[in-house]
Structure formats: C-alpha cells, structure tokens
C-alpha cells in the first residue's frame, strides 16, 4: 500500500503544481494583454467614397471654396458621407491629391448639408501618413459632451516620427472645433 501512496502524492503535487504554473501563467498573460487595446474601438472609421455620393451642387461649392481643381479633375475628390441625427448629413471631403497637398499637409473639409443648405463647419491640414493599423481620422460614437447630434472626430497625426498626436475634434454649434490634444510617445 506505501508504493500507490508514495506515486498517488508525486501525481497530486505534480498536478498541483500544474494547475499553479497555469494560473500564473495565464495571470500574466492577461496583464500584458490588458495593455494591448486598438484605439479603433472608440470610435468608427470613415468610409471614402467617390465623390459622386455627394450632391453636385455641394460638391461644386465644396471644391470651388476649397479648391483651383479644374472641374475635369473634381471626380479625384473623396468624401465621408456622415448622416447625424435629424436630417442634416456631414461630408468631409478628402482632397488628397498631388495637386492639392502642401507643406502643410493635405486638406479635408467638412460640410453640414440640410434642406435648407450647406456650410462649412471643419477646415483641416492633415498629414495622410498614419501609424499602422491606425486611421487618419474616426468619428467618436460618444456624444456625452455634444448636443448637436453630430459626432466628435478623433484625428491622429504623427509628429517628427516619434510622437502620435491624437486630437478630438467637437461641433460647438457653429463648426467644429478642438477639445482635446493628447501626445503620445511611439
């Protein structure tokens, strides 16, 4: 009986030992994982569409405001159509073409469309690079701080290739305008 014993404790300790191994391993696991998260869950991406989703009056007013783009190369523009709360939809136009990109960076402007018109509410310079797996500019589902209805925009950019800029963009009624900047070291 003393052999079944001896060989029956190896295997419960050895077992034991298992079961702790795994949980710690699974312990640290999860705690690298936590720190892992995709900033996309914040929010939504745009969806670049041609610019024949738009109007054509909006899109002739956008790109002669915003633009010397002959009306052969108008078709080059992309637009985010938005549609908010009510009836009013938002377009933010992409005029990141060679001809248009400076400096600067390339311009994105955003149009608040209803039935009785449009107006410019966003006029932005942005550098279309972005980090991998990230995106240029997402719409922030949460609107806690926004009563228009309109969704904030979440824009990264990245500064001197070492550092991520994320600004939140919110409307305040007339335009949108910037709430928040945070730097982040990459």
Partial sequence: MKPY??????????VRYFYLA???????????????SNDNTLGTSLNWQNADAVPKSLLLSATTQNT??????ISTVKVAVIPTKGKNHLYIFNFNSPNL??????????????????????????????LPSKHLIT????????????????????????????????FDGNDYQPVENTLIKV
């Fill in 68 to 73: 010397t783009l002959p009306s052969t190369q």
């Fill in 139 to 170: 719409l922030i589902n949460d609107n806690s701080n926004n009563s228009s209805g309109l969704p904030c925009l979440n824009v990264q950019q990245v500064v001197n290739n070492t550092t991520l800029q994320k600004l939140n963009y919110c």
């Fill in 22 to 36: 795994l949980g710690f391993s699974l312990l640290i696991a999860s705690l690298f994982l936590s720190g892992c």
């Fill in 101 to 130: 990109c400076g400096e600067l960076g390339c311009l994105y402007a955003g149009y608040l469309s209803n039935a009785q018109g449009s107006k410019q509410v966003l006029n932005l310079y942005l550098q279309p690079n972005v």
């Fill in 5 to 14: 014993s001896a060989v029956s404790i190896k295997v419960v300790r050895l």
